[in-house]
């Protein structure tokens, strides 16, 4: 089947490019033709109020010359490259060009997976019912590992567009999520069975991909967004662990400024540096899927913003003595010994699942119903 895949694909984020092309791969292998859907930008419902004001450029710029200007600098360029090496070098990859493609008549869609409901977040697409079900050009739309974010049906309620999404969902032939969270929100919409599956990464096998080794040595692996993880109590206790343990800490494909060493590294090494961390300390969803992915030592520092969907994965697979929410109980977390066994029995088991809903769905016999 010719096969349109609807994502969070174009974003310079590792996470958002490993799951469009673990899905894209596991698609592949199970005999389709696969092509990436840009998002149909819809309209504004949330304000981005992120733009510098005119009259305040003067004292932005004088509030950065200070004694981090330097570290600044370094960020920026950091920055800089990463979003560079996306558009010329790691897109490509996906099969993905420059100009848009929303529209090219696929035997199917599937939407999917990363945040793709998470409709009442800041994003340059704002309200984009396509990511819905809504006006694609395809005889069969299902979704895989769909989540919601921290979006609620009361967000829905807030911004007045729940029979919006209700009336673009209807095109949905059938629904896979990744999280309660999505779970209930698309039953109580729909009252439709829904399938709960897992991020495509934990089940697509990069293991011809990951380079066999890496340049550093010892070391404790930090990922998250740039310079979010910033609290100084935490950075203190990262630092005295690492120093009693004797290792160096870095942060590959990120910026943390506080870290030894910054890496600036394509997607597959970034899997090699979780793959051979000693220790790994994140506070994203995808930092926490890799450490489960390879079995690694890890804490996942857990706070009201990423709480829902964190929590869910860690329960998911009987890890929830891996979350964090105090910076004392970091060394204590690191050294614990995590036993992977049903954690890598889940995992297939789920991947089983995931083979067996594509060949349910994803059949000539279902297509035009």
């Known amino acids: ?35 990436f859907i840009d998002i149909k930008p819809g309209r504004k419902i949330i304000e981005d109020n992120l733009a510098i004001k005119k009259g305040s450029k ?7 010359l200070d004694r981090y200007f330097f570290k600044r600098i370094k960020h920026y360029f950091f920055v800089k490259q990463r979003a560079s090496r996306f558009y010329d070098e790691f897109f490509p990859i996906l099969g993905i060009t420059k100009e848009p493609v929303f529209d090219s008549n696929y035997d199917a869609v599937v939407i999917g997976s990363d945040e793709v409901f998470n409709c009442t977040t800041k994003s340059s697409w704002g309200f984009a019912k396509t990511l819905f079900g809504e006006g694609l050009d395809a005889d069969l739309i299902i979704t895989y590992a769909a ?38 929100f698309s039953q109580t919409l729909l009252g439709k ?24 040595k010892n070391y404790i692996l930090i990922y998250g967004y740039d310079g ?23 942060c590959a494909g990120v910026y943390q400024n506080w870290c030894d060493k910054q890496i600036l590294c394509t997607p597959f090494e970034l899997l090699a540096y979780f793959k051979n961390a000693d220790y790994v300390v994140t ?22 913003s990423n709480k829902q969907k964190l929590t869910d994965l860690l329960e998911k697979f009987n890890l929830e003595s891996r979350a964090i929410s105090s910076p004392n109980e970091l060394s204590k977390k690191l050294v614990e010994k995590i036993s992977y066994e049903f954690t890598n029995s ?14 349910l769905y994803l059949n000539k016999d279902r297509v035009g119903l």
């Not at 990069?206 to 066999?212: A, G, M, S």
């Not at 930092?287 to 520092?301: D, E, L, M, Y």
Request: hydrophobic residues 40%; proline residues 1%.
């Open 228 to 250: 979010r993880i910033n609290d100084k109590e935490m950075i203190r206790k990262i630092k005295d662990f690492a120093r009693k343990e004797r290792k160096q800490v870095i």
């Open 147 to 184: 989540s919601c974010g921290h979006t609620t049906l009361k967000d829905l309620d807030k911004y007045g567009i729940t029979e919006e999404v209700k009336k673009a969902m209807i095109n949905l032939v059938a629904m896979s999520v990744r999280d309660k969270n999505t779970k209930q």
């Open 1 to 35: 089947m010719k096969i349109g895949i609807l994502s969070m694909h174009k974003v310079v984020n590792y996470g958002s490019f490993l799951q469009a092309f673990a899905l894209k791969g596991v698609l592949e292998g199970l005999g389709h033709d696969c092509f």
């Open 346 to 359: 889940e995992i297939e088991r789920y991947r089983k699942l995931a083979n067996d809903y594509f060949e």
């Open 58 to 64: 003067i004292a932005f710029v004088l509030k950065r």
């Open 193 to 216: 069975e829904i399938y709960e599956h897992i991020d495509p990464t934990l089940i697509y096998n990069f293991d011809q991909l990951i380079p066999k080794s890496v340049t550093e």
């Open 283 to 304: 506070d994203t969803f995808h930092g926490t899927v890799f450490s489960i992915k390879f079995n690694r030592q890890f804490a996942t520092i857990v706070r009201e």
